[in-house]
């Protein structure tokens, strides 16, 4: 095998190797918002329950982002900040989810903070206010974020990025190993110079292609067709007769505005150079011009 096929291999064997770890990574983290809804669920029954509501519903629980979520009731509700404290501690703990995180208990109307703690692995560096204080009824939503999982957020977006410029670099390689020889047994310009020039243009109608160094302009073959009766007709008006009869006559049938769209296409192909001018004798036909 060839160096050149092995090195292809392995580009490829790496690339599939980081597609699958960015692939788990997005799977680890749709699993992780599962089991963070189901127990932040579970905390919302217990405060109704403890709240001798057995009733009223638990909203859908809103993921806000990556580590935020947002948990709401249904009804107004009171309830002993220590209750939610504890309750948190045991779902979570039961969910299998991250130590350190931060609640915000909010009122619905003002959005004002009415009881907030931040809980981590250390008791001893978690903040957690005195209970006792009971909440009064009112609608509150409650908002936990997990404080621990932003570095494999920000973990995950490099390895994105790194894959993209892995695959960049890999697309480049790869073009440059299969085209490489393509484009040294292409004929050069200079070699085989079967072009006319317009202005600062170089027109191949062979190739149906206008060339303005460093631009190459592709153009249809009717475009081509016409560019072709203009250039040998250089400032010379060509009637619309002939140039329908030369261009349309053998290719079926010609609707009416066809020149006249054609022929626009061509003027802007050729708008980058002011001294060619295809202009328009009203009522006769077109004319091609190299001015000045």
Known sequence: MSRKKI?????????IVFAVGLLNSDRKKDIFAERAKISLRDIGNQLLLANNDST???QPVIQITQSKYQLSFQKQLSFDPTDLVSITR??????????????????????EVAYSYEMKNNEELSIIPCG???LPENCYTIDFRFTDITSASVLSTGNKLLLLVF???????????FFSKRKANIPTEDVNPNYTEIGSFQFYPGQ????????EINLSRKECELLEIFVA???QIVSRDELTKKVWEDHGVFVGRSLDT???????????????????VHGVGYKLEIVG
């Not at 090195?7 to 064997?13: E, F, G, K, M, S």
């Not at 989810?97 to 931060?102: D, G, Q, R, S, V």
């Not at 695959?167 to 190993?177: K, N, P, Q, S, T």
């Open 7 to 15: 090195y292809i291999l392995v580009a490829i064997l790496v690339l």
């Open 56 to 58: 009223s519903l638990v």
């Open 90 to 111: 045991e779902s979570l703990q039961k969910g299998e989810l991250p130590e350190n995180y931060l609640v915000e208990v909010l009122e619905c109307e003002t959005q």
């Open 132 to 134: 006792g204080r009971i």
């Open 167 to 177: 695959m960049g670099a890999v697309f480049l390689f790869l073009y440059e190993v």
């Open 208 to 215: 149906n292609k206008l060339v303005k160094k460093p631009n």
């Open 233 to 235: 007709n250089l400032n």
């Open 262 to 280: 054609y022929v626009s296409k061509l003027r802007k192909k050729l708008q980058e150079d002011e001294t060619v001018q295809l202009v328009n």
